[in-house]
């Protein structure tokens, strides 16, 4: 089993949805080991407690600077043997020294189609507002892996979700964290530990 590490600042609803698929056996190539998020009131703290996975808050302030955070959270990595890191909601920019130390072992979920409403300043509500201004039809959620440029690694799965007349940012936030995000990163994380453990076996 690969030992994962999943990485969090808010809400949770991915990482829910990554407990709910090892719960169901979506995911069985891999383990949630450990959550670490970067704000002390992220509710996906009390998601990780209520499934009894290890638990840190990390924050980049109590740190006082990226690489100091960066070797705080690697150390954190590595005292707990992880292999695969899972990045779900994460709000925080890694640099090249981190992604380099974990090449192809780090995925992200980002809500649109890639190369679509990506890179630097699209996150959250963000990237729905500009799917909407730009009036695309089907929008929806990559899973790809990260690297030192924002949302530029190679994607792993994708999902589309077809826009609504009457649609808002929020409203369609919400489907395509439910028909895609939801969807595509329980997935993901099987293909890549089923990778992972391939690699390992030589
Ligand atoms: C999701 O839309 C994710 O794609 C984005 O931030 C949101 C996180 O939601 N990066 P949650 O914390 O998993 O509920």
Redesign the pocket.
Known sequence: MIKIAVL????????QALIDAQNKGVIKSGVISLVISNKSDAY?LERAKNAGIKNLVISKKECGSQDEFESAVINALQENGIELIVL????CILTKRFTDEYKDRII????SLIPSFCGKGF??LKVHEEALRCGVKVTG?TVHYVNEIADGGKIILQKAVKIRKNDTPEIL?KR??KQA?WVILPKATELVCKKLIKQKRG
């Open positions: 969090v600042s808010g809400g949770g609803t991915n990482l996906a779900a909601g994460f709000m992200n979920v980002h809500p996150y959250g959620a936030q395509v964290m995000e």
